[in-house]
């Protein structure tokens, strides 16, 4: 059950690219401890409103806000320093540092001061064996994406938003990355999931937000929304 406060919400996001409107009116809620997936065809608007939510874009219309404070102009480091962390649909590692230097460098950028961190994290993700010392350069792209994965989790996030974590991925790495995300809700940390995979949403949300064309159309648990989608029932 959702705690009653959430810790990171949307109110009414509207967002444009010249005339084009990619967010209508969005709304979103994000909790403690639960795993919340936003689904929809490709040009829904799903990346624009991750990026309202981690601060790399600012909306045209409404607000975002950090346990009940206004941060819809605050710039994206300034939300990672609260807490807020997101990973990009581009990888984002310092190829000529290690594994570990780069995980050293979240746990820089993220909530203050927690010396274990970067170790608890390196092994949370597995990466606490000889891949520790390898430059990030030339890993294989299920690697980069945990060393990017635990370079952000290395700041103690509140909130760690993710577009996309899944691509790329073999099915023993989704269900690795599944895991670690459902360790992280367990925790109390607010999850968001951008993602194409219905598979991994259907076994990992708690709630699922679908859009399109701007707009979330349905939300709700899984088996009911994804069901829905499926059967072409509609929400
Ligand atoms: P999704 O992540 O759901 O695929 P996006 O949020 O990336 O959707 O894009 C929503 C819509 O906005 C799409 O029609 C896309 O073409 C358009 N769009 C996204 N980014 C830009 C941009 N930088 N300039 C112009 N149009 C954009
Ligand atoms: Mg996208």
């Known amino acids: 059950a959702a705690p009653a406060s959430p810790v990171l919400t949307a109110h009414r996001l509207h967002a444009r690219y010249g005339g084009f409107t990619a967010l209508d009116g969005v709304g979103l809620d994000l909790f403690p401890g639960q795993i919340t997936a936003v689904v929809g065809p490709n040009g829904a608007g799903k990346s624009t409103l991750f990026h309202c939510l981690a601060g790399s874009l600012r909306p045209a219309r409404g607000t975002v806000g950090l346990d009940g404070q206004d941060i819809t102009t605050l710039p994206a480091h300034a939300r990672t320093r609260l807490g807020v962390a997101r990973t990009f649909q581009q990888l984002a590692v310092f190829p000529s540092l290690t594994v570990a230097e780069n995980v050293r460098v979240g746990a820089e950028q993220g909530r203050a001061g927690d ?26 792209t299920g690697t980069l994406r945990r060393v990017e994965l635990a370079r952000v989790l290395a700041g103690a996030p509140r909130v760690l938003l993710l577009d996309e974590p899944a691509a790329g991925l073999d099915t023993a790495e989704v269900a690795a990355l599944a895991r670690v995300l459902k360790a992280l809700a367990a925790d109390g940390t607010a999850v968001l999931v951008v993602e194409h995979d219905l598979d991994l949403v259907a076994g990992l949300a708690d709630v699922v937000q679908v859009m399109t064309a701007g707009r979330i159309i349905a939300s709700g648990p899984p088996e009911r929304v994804l069901d829905a989608l499926e059967t072409g029932a509609g929400p």
């Open 115 to 140: 010396p274990g961190a970067v170790e608890r994290t390196l092994r949370l993700l597995g990466l606490d064996g000889p891949v520790r010392a390898v430059p990030a350069a030339g890993l294989p």
